[in-house]
């Protein structure tokens, strides 16, 4: 494939074996610059019109090289793209074979400017908070970011920021760390728009992480004292 020969040739061993050894997977790893990728991604998108680029985005992702899939869904990030439908199912075809960060990070860039660009897309982005893959109950803070941004959201936009929060009140305590930072990077960046809501949302969640009391026994419920009177047969002799 010649895009992927194109992608060897700019090929780093040192970079390559650190960043293998930081993603812990088999995947080939070629150790590019995010400067050299982004340059050839954008001649690639340069050259190609909408359905040969996400036919290579689609072949790029299907070579199973690190580089290559960040390329893949990098070819995909534009606000505006008519017709999208083939470019949002590539992505959701993507979504479930992420397994790490840097690849998380590239999809879920491409997955938000759909779902921008179509919000009737968000329930398939939330319906992830459930899913067994952190990468994806990460994905649904990096997919719904843009919401975050906003700095005069419409009424539509406040309630798809509500939801995302009310999602965020389990996913800030998830058990991964990568969905745990991605919380609070969503957070950090509705907090620099509307303070009071994260400080609302702050109180909800301590609440919900905070021990609930423990009820006054009931009198007949405790236990008796030294001088209360023993049932019978019990009496000290």
Do not use: C
């Amino acid at each position: 494939m010649q895009e992927l020969d194109r992608l060897r040739d700019l090929a780093d061993p040192e970079r390559a074996a650190r960043a293998s050894a930081r993603h812990k997977r088999d995947r080939e790893t070629l150790g590019i610059t995010p400067a050299g990728l982004e340059e050839v991604v954008a001649e690639w998108r340069a050259e190609r019109d909408l359905d040969a680029r996400i036919a290579l985005a689609e072949a790029l992702w299907d070579s199973d090289v690190h580089e290559a899939r960040l390329a893949a869904a990098r070819l995909l990030v534009q606000a505006r793209m008519r017709p999208d439908d083939a470019a949002w199912a590539a992505i959701m075809d993507w979504a479930p074979q992420i397994d790490g960060a840097e690849i998380d990070d590239a999809v879920m860039t491409a997955a938000a400017r759909r779902v921008v660009a179509d919000p009737t897309r968000l329930d398939q982005i939330t319906a992830w908070a459930g899913s067994r893959n952190p990468w994806l109950r990460r994905g649904v803070m990096l997919a719904t970011l843009p919401w975050a941004k906003m700095n005069n959201p419409k009424p539509e936009d406040l309630e798809i920021r509500e939801k995302v929060l009310q999602l965020m009140l389990r996913l800030a305590s998830d058990r991964h760390g990568g969905v745990r930072q991605a919380a609070k990077l969503w957070l950090r960046n509705l907090e620099k728009r509307d303070p009071d809501r994260v400080a609302v949302w702050h109180r909800a969640h301590e609440a919900m992480a905070a021990p609930e009391p423990q009820p006054e026994p009931l009198a007949e419920d405790a236990p008796p004292s030294d001088d209360a009177p023993r049932p019978d047969g019990d009496q000290e002799r």
